[in-house]
C-alpha cells in the first residue's frame, strides 16, 4: 500500500461513523501524542497473530491497546500515562468490558522506536496484568475496569 493510500485510509477512519482510531494528548495546546485503540476483531493482524492471538478466543467486549506515537516534546512528560488512560476510558465508554495491550518487555532499555507497543510497567502501573506470553518479549496484558 502506497503512502498516499494510508493517509486516505487514516483519513477514512477519522472521518468515518465508526469509532475512531485512537485517543490524541496534547501539552500546551500542541498535539505530542497518539495512542490507536479500537475493538479487538479490527485488529485483523493482531488476531491472527501467533504472538498477540486471543487468550480467549470468542470472548466479545475486548478492546486493544495497539501503538503509541510520542512527539519529542512530549517524551519523559507522563504523556504515555495519560494516553494510556484516555484509551481506556474511550473503550470503557464505548462498551469495553476488557482492554488488552501488547508491550515490549525485553529486559533491556529500549531504543524509542522500539517502543511504539508501549512498555510493561507502563501497562502495569494502569493496572494491567499479564494473562499470556507467547513471546519472551512480548506479554498480552489485560484490564477489566470497574
Known amino acids: 500500500m502506497e503512502s498516499g493510500e494510508r493517509r486516505d485510509r487514516l483519513q477514512g477512519l477519522v472521518d468515518g461513523p465508526e469509532t475512531a482510531p485512537g485517543v490524541l494528548a496534547y501539552l500546551d495546546g500542541a ?50 500515562g495519560a494516553l494510556l488512560a484516555g484509551a481506556v476510558s474511550y473503550a470503557v465508554a464505548r462498551g469495553a468490558r476488557v482492554v488488552e495491550g501488547y508491550p515490549s518487555d525485553s529486559g533491556r532499555r529500549l531504543q524509542a522506536s522500539e517502543l511504539y507497543h508501549g512498555w510493561r510497567s507502563l501497562f502495569e502501573d494502569a493496572g494491567f496484568t499479564e494473562v499470556a506470553r507467547r513471546s519472551p518479549t512480548r506479554p498480552i496484558m489485560r484490564l477489566t475496569p470497574g
Request: net charge positive; charged share 20%.
Open 31 to 80: 498535539p505530542v501524542g497518539w495512542c490507536a485503540v479500537g475493538p479487538r476483531e479490527e485488529h485483523v493482524r493482531l488476531v491472527r497473530s501467533s504472538v498477540t492471538r486471543p487468550a480467549d478466543p470468542g470472548e466479545t467486549g475486548v478492546w486493544s491497546v495497539t501503538c503509541f506515537y510520542m512527539a519529542r516534546g512530549g517524551r519523559g512528560q507522563g504523556v504515555a
